[in-house]
């Protein structure tokens, strides 16, 4: 059974930093897509970053470009965003998103297992 578990959500100062972490079990780190996706309160979902071993390719959307940064450890199975610099802005519900298989890309809507999120605060 796949199994996305997030962590390292928290309150924290502007222009503090986190790491989140996402936990993956019941999957192998072969072939996957990973993303992490937040909500912010009466918000639509962002898709933030991701990783593919598809292409290869790191993604990050134009908001948290030269702040955050997307890594993982296929050892231990869990894929990390460390969030420096943080804004107000970022402050949302961070979910941990995957598609498993050869091929799996980034579409961040849609993806097929999700975690249940890690609430980040950043007051103004």
């Not at 192998?28 to 309160?41: G, V």
């Not at 908001?63 to 969030?83: A, E, H, P």
Request: glycine share 12%; with cysteine.
């Amino acid at each position: 059974q796949v199994q996305l578990v997030e962590s390292g959500g928290g309150l924290v100062q502007p222009g503090g930093s986190l790491r989140l972490s996402c936990a993956a079990s019941g999957f192998t780190l072969d072939y996957y897509a990973i993303a992490w996706i937040r909500q912010a309160p009466g918000k639509e979902r962002e898709g933030v970053s991701c990783i593919s071993t598809s292409d290869g390719n790191i993604y990050y959307a134009d908001s948290v470009k030269g702040r955050f940064t997307i890594s993982r450890d296929n050892r231990k199975k869990v894929v990390y965003l460390q969030m420096n610099r943080l804004e107000p802005e970022d402050t949302a519900v961070y979910y941990c998103a995957a598609t498993l298989g050869l091929g799996a890309a980034c579409d961040y809507n849609g993806m097929d297992y999700w975690g249940k999120g890690t609430l980040v605060t950043v007051p103004s």
